[in-house]
């Protein structure tokens, strides 16, 4: 059983995590060193963290699939394109230096700021956009996102969202309901690793799943109702923390 001190810790930030995951991905930036903060080994951090973030990320995936931001014609192939990127970019990532990907991030990172802050780069409506070319360009990002996520990981929910926005002209409120579908599914599939492997703490993880469920609930109601007023400082803050941590760990500042 986990002690108290542990769970004083851990509860609040995994319900802050799970909240900004919810509005603009990137939760898992505070989830996991939240893990890794009370103490536990690396691999049991991120099983234990895979299963409470797919407990709450399937009851934000159902509030928006309520209200109706969820296209399944879209939403499966993406899911699809998204988990075998995946597993392809963690083979990469067993023969490529995650060091070399760390720059590359660091130079990509300003950038995609830039967009993010553009009037533009996130809709409060979805554009028009004929089906076929919206399916195609949502494939390349899950494909490309997936890739991502399987070789380094931190913000992918983000650079869904953006992309999707951006690219397939999505409203922030489809584009979140979209992401959550992917994210739920990877969520599975990565927890399954870790749980063949033996590296989660059911008792932890399921008293951290409450505050996850909370977080993702309320930040799911959060942009429901106000859109992308709500979503563009998040990724905002999203991106800066994740620039930050990335010239930490390049700097050997940040383990």
């Known amino acids: 059983m986990p002690d108290v001190h542990t769970l004083i ?43 409470s973030s797919m407990v709450g990320t399937s009851f934000s995936a159902a509030r928006y699939i ?15 394109c ?8 963690a083979h990469f990532s067993m023969l490529l230096p995650e060091e070399l990907f760390r720059w590359v991030l660091i130079c990509a990172l ?20 004929p089906r076929r070319r919206r399916a195609a360009i949502m494939c390349a990002v899950a494909l490309l996102c997936g890739l991502y996520d399987g070789f380094y990981g931190p913000g992918t929910g983000t650079f869904l969202i953006l992309g999707y ?3 397939a002209r999505l409203g922030v409120q489809d584009c979140a309901g979209q992401t959550k579908c992917a994210n739920l599914a990877s969520n599975i599939a990565g927890f ?51 620039f930050a941590k990335t010239i930490g760990e ?6």
Request: proline letters at 5%; a positive charge; glycine letters at 12%.
């Open 110 to 129: 300003p950038v995609v700021a830039v967009v993010t802050l553009r009037k533009k780069s996130l809709r409060q409506e979805s554009d028009p956009m």
């Open 82 to 89: 998204a988990l075998a990127a995946s597993l392809v970019g």
């Open 9 to 51: 810790i851990l509860c609040p930030l995994v319900f802050l995590g799970s909240f900004v995951d919810a509005i603009g991905g990137g939760g898992g930036l505070i989830t996991l060193p939240a893990y890794l903060l009370v103490g536990l080994p690396a691999h049991l951090a991120i099983g234990t963290n895979k299963m």
């Open 66 to 80: 309520r209200n109706g931001f969820v296209d399944w014609r879209l939403a499966v192939p993406c899911v699809a």
């Open 192 to 242: 399954v690793s870790f749980l063949v492997a033996g590296q989660c703490w059911f008792v932890l993880g399921a008293v951290a799943s409450v505050f996850s469920i909370a977080g993702h609930y309320l930040g799911a109601g959060m942009v429901v109702r106000d859109g992308s007023r709500i979503v563009r400082p998040i990724i905002v803050c999203v991106l800066a923390v994740l």
């Open 165 to 167: 926005s951006a690219l």
């Open 250 to 255: 390049s700097l050997g500042l940040v383990a």
